[in-house]
């Protein structure tokens, strides 16, 4: 089913990758005042990006709130009580439910998300540091006395490989961002607008509502939406996670169980070993289409796992096939399309060249993803698909990149009976990304930020 | 009979809670359940496969346009998949085997008797649990032919053989079916494992 949408409506990087903005920075702020604080959305109205913009754009300007936040701002109460429970809870709440435990316990997350007090965040990307400094100093230039700036602001940056501007990797040298769901959505009465990459001719277009509110979902329906709805129509729920990746210890485990893996499979290396863990292979090549790092190039997303059934090519417990099973679960995608994510994630933090020791300085991803359903989206791929393994036959084994391992984690790399490849166990999985911060936020439409500020969002 | 699936009972319980209890004291009394060396209290019961305490005593608000809805009690939620075919077999373990802590429970509940070797007290216990069943219409097990016992043992089996299969990839075939043969010794000639152990 396709719908109509108002492009002008809605918040410009839910829909827009904006590739040619590497850089970012997250600006944090707490109001004292609800009156001020609506003050300040009608001033930043007039800077917010929205998904009518194209792709020349130098510098975009978004916005989101926490719960906390909307009540900051005054909502009236019968609003803030139909939000969805997890929204009103918090990530920090749901710690023990997102396996946020030990290192990535939130008593031990950096500032200001550690604290209370996040009332909204301003996401401010540009093309060039000088266009960053530009746009930011006017967010903060416009905010009155009554609203604070949280600190420290989170900087972000994307990372290319090998100058390649057009491929960006994250630390542990892998190719992100390559997958995005193609949203089933008229504009202008043509199916020419994509959220990021094509998900592949042969799968299903994922309906518009399950990342868009007031609009139908995979279930046919307009899922639960806060009231009053012209409040909440157009926005969506924004999840965001600060990951620290331990890169040393990411590169010298696989150094080490690739000393293993060499007598058991001889002419594997290490990259092999990363590639089974994570997926594709570095470039982004998918190992469900391309088996051998000499054949490389092929950055794909139009494959699926249903000729691999057994994880001969792509292992059944690796992060991409978790994170997005694509045709594994049958039923014509419709299982998997419940839980689909578009992610908007970036990068921060200084590279750790290869051969270095440990530097022990913050690096790893800030991870954003847009979902209608917090519950059924987010937290069940978390939940689910990363930090437990039933659904792909892996037992309670956990995601080998983003699981939270205990140091005991355990990964079955299949073998393959055609080629007499025997299986690996790769033991000892250590944690390798420890979550440093994060929290759910709501990210309104442009009408839905014209009504906070004019305190017209009523439900009677 | 409905509420059997094999030689597993399923048993739903609602039970009023007392005006006069504290439902947040209750709520943090049931999380520290967890803090028993062996997971639960409940482990102690040989016979329960699963067991969940739930407390309701609010409802969702729906949204525009449904009103605040209330309701007359609070109640503890007890739902419990155990091996046998009768609740009379649940009660008796649970009055015998843990006491003190189905009276710290159960205790707050509203009419609950006494828990007593006295037949008669045993008597009304179970009467107490059949009036607060919910009538099941279709309950569904994984294994409803296996016991906690063989549960347990398959699944000390797994494990054991998990770690095999780990410590001796990569040698000789002739190595490792030695050390099967060690291996294989070793788990049938063990006790079984009891609940919550490890």
Same mark, same amino acid.
Not at chain 1, 16 to 43: D, K, M, N, P
Not at chain 1, 165 to 194: K, T, V, W
Not at chain 1, 239 to 255: P, S, T
């Given at each position: 089913?396709?719908?109509?949408?108002?492009?002008? *409506?809605?918040?410009?990087?839910?829909?827009?990758?904006?590739? !040619?903005?590497?850089?970012?920075?997250?600006?944090?702020?707490?109001?004292?005042?609800?009156?001020?604080?609506?003050?300040?959305?009608?001033?930043?109205?007039?800077?917010?990006?929205?998904?009518?913009?194209?792709?020349?754009?130098?510098?975009?300007?978004?916005?989101? /709130?926490?719960?906390?936040?909307?009540?900051?701002?005054?909502?009236?109460?019968?609003?803030?009580?139909?939000?969805?429970?997890?929204?009103?809870?918090?990530?920090?709440?749901?710690?023990?439910?997102?396996?946020?435990?030990?290192?990535?316990?939130?008593?031990? #997350?950096?500032?200001? #998300?550690?604290?209370?007090?996040?009332?909204?965040?301003?996401?401010?990307?540009?093309?060039?540091?000088?266009?960053?400094?530009?746009?930011?100093?006017?967010?903060?230039?416009?905010?009155?006395?009554?609203?604070?700036?949280?600190?420290?602001?989170?900087?972000?940056?994307?990372?290319?490989?090998?100058?390649?501007?057009?491929?960006?990797?994250?630390?542990?040298?892998?190719?992100?961002?390559?997958?995005?769901?193609?949203?089933? /959505?008229?504009?202008?009465?043509? &199916?020419?607008?994509?959220?990021?990459?094509?998900?592949?001719?042969?799968?299903?277009?994922?309906?518009?509502?399950?990342?868009?509110?007031?609009?139908?979902?995979?279930?046919?329906?307009?899922?639960?939406?806060?009231?009053?709805?012209?409040?909440?129509?157009?926005?969506?729920?924004?999840?965001?996670?600060?990951?620290?990746?331990?890169?040393?210890?990411?590169?010298?485990?696989?150094?080490?169980?690739?000393?293993?893996?060499?007598?058991?499979?001889?002419?594997?290396?290490?990259?092999?070993?990363?590639?089974?863990?994570?997926?594709? #292979?570095?470039?982004?090549?998918?190992?469900?289409?391309?088996?051998?790092?000499?054949?490389?190039?092929?950055?794909?997303?139009?494959?699926?796992?249903?000729?691999?059934?057994?994880?001969?090519?792509?292992?059944?417990?690796?992060?991409?096939?978790?994170?997005?099973?694509?045709?594994?679960?049958?039923?014509?995608?419709?299982?998997?399309?419940?839980?689909?994510?578009? &992610?908007?994630?970036?990068?921060?933090?200084?590279?750790?060249?290869?051969?270095?020791?440990?530097?022990?300085?913050?690096?790893?991803?800030?991870?954003?993803?847009?979902?209608?359903?917090?519950?059924?989206?987010?937290?069940?791929?978390?939940?689910?698909?990363?930090?437990?393994?039933?659904?792909?036959?892996?037992?309670? *084994?956990?995601?080998?990149?983003?699981?939270?391992? *205990?140091?005991?984690?355990?990964?079955?790399?299949?073998?393959?009976?055609?080629?007499?490849?025997?299986?690996?166990?790769?033991?000892?999985?250590?944690?390798?990304?420890?979550?440093?911060?994060?929290?759910?936020?709501?990210?309104?439409?442009?009408?839905?930020?014209?009504?906070?500020?004019? !305190?017209?969002?009523?439900?009677? | 009979?409905?509420?059997?699936?094999?030689?597993?009972?399923?048993?739903?319980?609602?039970?009023?809670?007392?005006?006069?209890?504290?439902?947040?004291?209750?709520?943090?009394?049931?999380?520290?359940?967890?803090?028993?060396?062996?997971?639960?209290?409940?482990?102690?019961?040989?016979?329960?496969?699963?067991?969940?305490?739930?407390?309701?005593?609010?409802?969702?608000?729906?949204?525009?346009?449904?009103?605040?809805?209330?309701?007359?009690?609070?109640?503890?939620?007890?739902?419990?998949?155990?091996?046998?075919?009768?609740?009379?077999?649940?009660?008796?373990?649970?009055?015998?085997?843990?006491?003190?802590?189905?009276?710290?429970?159960?205790?707050?509940?509203?009419?609950?008797?006494?828990?007593?070797?006295?037949?008669a007290a045993r008597a009304e216990l179970i009467e107490y649990f059949r009036r607060c069943q919910i009538r099941t219409t279709l309950f569904l097990v994984d294994q409803p032919?296996?016991?906690?016992?063989?549960?347990?043992?398959?699944?000390?089996?797994?494990?054991?053989?998990?770690?095999?299969?780990?410590?001796?990839?990569?040698?000789?075939?002739?190595?490792?079916?030695?050390?099967?043969?060690?291996?294989?010794?070793?788990?049938?000639?063990?006790?079984?494992?009891?609940?919550?152990?490890?």
């Amino acid at each position: 089913m396709s719908a109509m949408l108002e492009l002008h *409506d809605i918040q410009g990087n839910i829909l827009r990758e904006y590739g !040619s903005l590497h850089q970012a920075r997250f600006i944090f702020f707490r109001t004292r005042s609800a009156v001020q604080g609506r003050r300040y959305i009608e001033a930043l109205l007039p800077t917010i990006t929205t998904a009518k913009s194209g792709d020349e754009i130098r510098a975009a300007t978004n916005i989101a /709130f926490t719960f906390a936040g909307l009540r900051a701002f005054g909502l009236p109460t019968s609003s803030l009580v139909s939000f969805p429970t997890a929204f009103q809870d918090g990530m920090r709440a749901r710690a023990l439910l997102l396996g946020d435990v030990e290192e990535s316990d939130p008593r031990s #997350w950096d500032r200001p #998300w550690r604290s209370e007090a996040l009332h909204f965040m301003v996401m401010v990307y540009a093309a060039s540091r000088m266009e960053l400094e530009q746009t930011c100093r006017k967010v903060v230039q416009l905010a009155p006395d009554e609203i604070e700036e949280l600190r420290p602001h989170q900087e972000a940056e994307a990372i290319f490989a090998n100058g390649n501007r057009s491929l960006r990797i994250e630390h542990f040298g892998f190719a992100e961002g390559l997958s995005n769901p193609h949203i089933d /959505f008229l504009a202008n009465g043509m &199916r020419q607008f994509r959220a990021g990459d094509v998900d592949g001719r042969d799968h299903r277009m994922v309906a518009l509502g399950e990342f868009i509110l007031g609009y139908p979902d995979e279930g046919s329906e307009i899922g639960a939406m806060p009231v009053p709805h012209a409040f909440s129509r157009n926005g969506t729920y924004l999840v965001v996670r600060k990951l620290h990746q331990h890169v040393a210890r990411f590169r010298h485990f696989i150094e080490q169980q690739a000393t293993l893996l060499q007598r058991i499979i001889p002419g594997t290396d290490p990259t092999y070993l990363a590639a089974k863990m994570i997926g594709r #292979w570095p470039d982004g090549t998918p190992l469900a289409k391309v088996t051998s790092s000499a054949i490389t190039g092929h950055i794909s997303n139009e494959f699926g796992y249903a000729d691999d059934p057994e994880g001969a090519l792509c292992p059944l417990g690796a992060h991409i096939r978790r994170a997005n099973p694509r045709d594994s679960f049958g039923f014509d995608e419709r299982l998997v399309n419940r839980h689909r994510l578009i &992610r908007r994630g970036i990068t921060y933090g200084a590279p750790l060249p290869v051969g270095s020791p440990d530097d022990h300085m913050p690096r790893g991803l800030l991870f954003l993803v847009f979902n209608a359903d917090i519950e059924r989206q987010f937290e069940f791929v978390q939940r689910q698909w990363i930090n437990d393994g039933d659904k792909f036959r892996q037992g309670n *084994d956990r995601d080998p990149i983003l699981g939270s391992h *205990d140091g005991l984690g355990r990964m079955v790399i299949p073998g393959d009976e055609r080629e007499g490849r025997p299986p690996f166990f790769c033991t000892g999985i250590p944690r390798f990304v420890t979550a440093k911060g994060g929290d759910y936020f709501f990210a309104p439409s442009l009408t839905g930020l014209r009504l906070m500020a004019s !305190s017209g969002v009523r439900t009677t | 009979m409905s509420n059997l699936n094999g030689n597993i009972y399923g048993y739903t319980g609602l039970f009023p809670i007392k005006r006069d209890v504290d439902c947040s004291v209750l709520r943090a009394d049931l999380r520290s359940l967890d803090s028993h060396p062996f997971g639960s209290p409940l482990s102690s019961i040989d016979i329960v496969h699963t067991a969940r305490l739930v407390i309701i005593d609010r409802l969702p608000f729906q949204g525009e346009p449904a009103k605040y809805d209330t309701l007359t009690s609070a109640y503890l939620l007890f739902a419990c998949n155990f091996d046998g075919s009768d609740i009379e077999e649940l009660v008796t373990a649970i009055a015998t085997t843990i006491p003190d802590t189905f009276r710290s429970l159960w205790g707050r509940c509203v009419a609950v008797p006494a828990v007593s070797p006295d037949p008669a007290a045993r008597a009304e216990l179970i009467e107490y649990f059949r009036r607060c069943q919910i009538r099941t219409t279709l309950f569904l097990v994984d294994q409803p032919g296996t016991t906690v016992k063989q549960i347990l043992r398959s699944l000390a089996l797994t494990r054991r053989f998990a770690a095999f299969v780990e410590q001796h990839q990569g040698e000789d075939p002739s190595i490792v079916q030695q050390r099967f043969e060690d291996m294989w010794q070793a788990f049938t000639a063990a006790p079984s494992p009891s609940p919550g152990s490890w």
